[in-house]
């Protein structure tokens, strides 16, 4: 059985027209069933949602829970009912009919495959590419590959490759085993403040991360239990994206991008880092004073040195530790030292940082053998 996430958040006219795309898809009727999380629900959406009767899942969540909180409550329904597989979707995308039954037969023909992404296209273009599966720089940045290349151009260089690994899966639309999802999620404290028991009591996405980089996390989570993230690129999604710079979306993303690093490498890497980090912080402090982003970046480190974020950090650090059988080494060597095709080019750390940053990294990462 496959269940479809699709997470709400206050847009019902993207929300009509990915589920009537979804709802089209060619997958026999028994197998699969859409599950709508309406996060921070509202009358709009509602009236939206009541329109597809009883073909679909509705839970409503009356508050924002974040992407990863409200991923995680349409996961548990899933994972409860008795899910083979999970798909998580966002709301701004729209699907080729065949994409579901393509996803599932990647995930099929290899039990050690976790997440199965789809070949995300950008918005109607058919050939401009939003991602075929995400990097993650060695200062801890997740970013789309393929973000705006050609899909003529990228196609030839993954033929002969049916299903390619990727460092981890973009969470617009990626298939997850219910098996490797049971593996990798960790205990939480609480759910909607009460003890948490039973399936209550996982996380899958750290709900510590709320926004962005949560993606980065759980897939890194996957290849340190010794699973395959792979790109499925037969499988075709539509994503509207657009790109915001808001203070929001800059401070989350500084902040998690940290504490995806704390609590997922050894400590004996972060050491082996932290000199270059702290460089990397500095140059970044000057972007962000430059940019206009100060505040972001302030609040970000502010987050992390709480006194109140520590028993969390600790907590989610030692869960995550715990789970691991793969080294550093052997999640490291997939990391890249450069930023590619991103919405907010920088010159100088193309011209100057970049090459810096590869040849440090060309003698660091050799010593990390752990």
Known sequence: ????????????????????????????????????????????????????????????????????GGMNVGIRHALTRGAEYVVVLNQ????????????????????????????????????????IGNHIHVFGF??????????????????????????????AAVLFRATALRAVGFPCATHRGVAAQGMEALEFFDEDFFLYHEDLDLGVRFWLQGW???????????????FTRSMTKLHWIERNRILFLLENLRWRTIVLLAPAMLVAESVHAILALRGGWWNAKKQ??????????????????AAKQSRRTMRDRDIVCRWTTSIRNQEMPNRFMERVGDPLVRCWWRVVRPMIRW
Do not use: K
């Open 1 to 68: 059985m496959v269940y479809v996430v699709v997470l709400s958040y206050h847009a019902p006219a993207d929300l009509q027209r990915c589920l009537t795309s979804v709802l089209a898809t060619q997958y026999p009727a028994a197998r699969w069933r859409v599950v709508v999380v309406d996060n921070d629900a509202q009358p709009e959406t509602q009236a939206v949602l009541r329109t597809y009767g009883d073909r679909l899942d509705v839970v409503v969540e009356p508050v924002n829970r974040g992407y990863a």
């Open 92 to 131: 701004d995308t729209t699907v080729d009919p065949h994409w579901l039954a393509r996803l599932v037969a990647a995930a099929e023909s290899d039990p050690r495959i976790a997440a199965a992404q789809a070949r995300v296209m950008l918005g109607a273009d058919t050939d401009t590419v939003n991602s």
């Open 142 to 171: 997740g970013f789309a590959g393929g973000h705006r290349e050609p899909w003529h151009i990228l196609r030839t260089q993954l033929s002969g490759y049916p299903y390619p690994e990727v460092t981890y899966p973009s969470g």
């Open 228 to 242: 395959r993230c792979v790109l499925v690129p037969q499988a075709v999604v539509q994503h509207y994206y657009e």
């Open 300 to 317: 970000a480190w502010r987050a992390i040195g709480t006194r109140a974020h520590w028993g969390m950090f600790r907590a989610h650090r």
